[in-house]
């Protein structure tokens, strides 16, 4: 039987506010535990929450972007469910009325070919805090420090039919978010992270199947590989003439498997209700309109512009837009080397991000600066140096040994130019090898490459490529 796979995730996005979404308390990562947990994080008889402004700007930024329905007017209720880390005893969340709904987003498949999305809501709730297990001697140690920390929940339609196309998704979202600055996108520190809900049908069936939810999965490879076993296991388990059961699940990558944790709640569990000490939400015209002029340029339109303005291919203008701070970075190199945009994008995707990657930086950490880059590129442009040249002054750069102009005359690496210079060499070099020259005048063309070698390596590689191509031509042919 042929199958077809549903998947929906559910995403959750820590919002970058300064402090908590109903307290004061700092958002800081990396504290000592519970120093950030105050009165009303706690709990404590008394205490009254007060909505932080900010969340509510960053879960409008985000619902605009994706041209949602930013509602005027939206309820927090109480979600209610024990455990050690919550101490209230429930989540102050949103269920029926939450604040983004009904928006859409774009993909692009491995074929080149794209998909909508379908977000059935963003909803603004608070995180619990952080159960700790692996210090504690038949215990369990409770930081309380992420407790009250805002996050949205970007739920999607059961819109994916593959492992790829969830993870195409949660890449665009990640993007998204970081381009609005609305969240950092950590996924180690678990500030971006996911549920993924799957279910597998008959294909052609049009009623869903069972499905399970894989809890807080926090990166791009587990998503994928936690979503591929579970499609297998539940294949199997009906072919095998059993039923799935609808539940939650981890997900265990050193087994690379998925394992129950409990039978699933349905929203009746939960018991939600209007949360009695919050008012409803209520977002004026003014406020949202001026949301909307803040928006920054969103990734697909930063894409579609490199590729008019600056001529680039879809393939370079994804790879360049894929984050803000590189796509940032491209434009001020472009900026710093004249307008050559080509070759700033091949630049840009191929050594400096290498560089990056090989030392494990932050662009913003790049010991070489856009400027610096661009002036590189210009000197490139101007035949002072050549491509390949360029490739050992980038790495001097690197290394701190300043500009691009500084280590050329430094290490004294100024292309030669001079024809009547590149003409003593290539004559020597067709003295010193008759019998070569005598192979290629007879048709042996492969050997116009030796001679190039050679005359590189009499130069230090300091010849100008395309002078000395015509110029040894002209010579070899007699």
Known sequence: MEWEVVIGLEIHAQLATRSKIF?????????????????????????????????????????????ASVAERSVFAR?????????????????????????QVEIELDDG????????????????????????????????????????EIVSEPDMRSAKEAVAYMKKIHTLVRYLGICDGNMQEGSFRCDANVSVRPKGQREFGTRTETKNLNSFRYVERAINHEIERQIDIIEGGGSVVQETRLYDPNKDETRSMR???????????????????????????????????????????????????AYDAGVLT???????YYEAVVQACGGHAKLAANWVMGD????????????????????????????????????KIAKEVFEAMWAGEGDADAVIEARGLKQITDTS?????????????PAQVEQYRGGKDKLFGFFVGQAMKATQGKANPQQLNELLKRKLAG
Not at 129 to 151: C, V
């Open 23 to 67: 307290s004061g308390a700092a958002t800081a990562y990396g504290a000592a535990p519970n120093t950030q947990a105050c009165a009303v994080d706690l709990g404590l008889p008394g205490v009254l929450p007060v909505l932080n402004a900010e969340a509510v700007r960053m879960a409008a930024k985000f619902g605009l972007a994706i041209g």
């Open 79 to 103: 979600k209610n469910y024990f455990y050690p880390d919550l101490p209230k005893g429930y989540q102050i969340s949103q269920y029926e009325l939450p604040v983004v709904s009904r928006g």
């Open 113 to 152: 070919e794209t998909k909508t999305i379908g977000v059935t809501r963003a909803h603004l709730e608070e995180d619990a805090g952080k159960s700790l297990h692996e210090d504690f001697a038949n215990a369990t140690g409770i930081d309380l420090n992420r407790a009250g920390t805002p996050l949205l």
């Open 263 to 313: 039978s699933k709640e349905e929203a009746n569990d939960y018991r939600y209700f209007p949360d009695p000490d919050l008012l409803p939400l209520v977002i004026d015209p003014a406020f949202l309109e001026s949301v909307r002029e803040a928006l920054p340029e969103l990734p697909d339109e930063k894409k579609h512009r490199f590729m008019t303005h600056h001529g680039l291919s």
């Open 322 to 328: 894929a984050s803000r701070e590189l796509a940032d």
């Open 352 to 387: 400096f991000s290498a560089f990056l990657n090989k030392d494990n930086r932050e662009i913003a950490d790049s010991p070489v600066s856009a400027a610096m880059l661009g002036g590189l590129l210009a000197r490139i442009e101007d035949n002072t140096i050549s491509g």
């Open 421 to 433: 210079a590149i003409e003593a060499i290539i004559d020597e070099i067709i003295a010193a090898n």
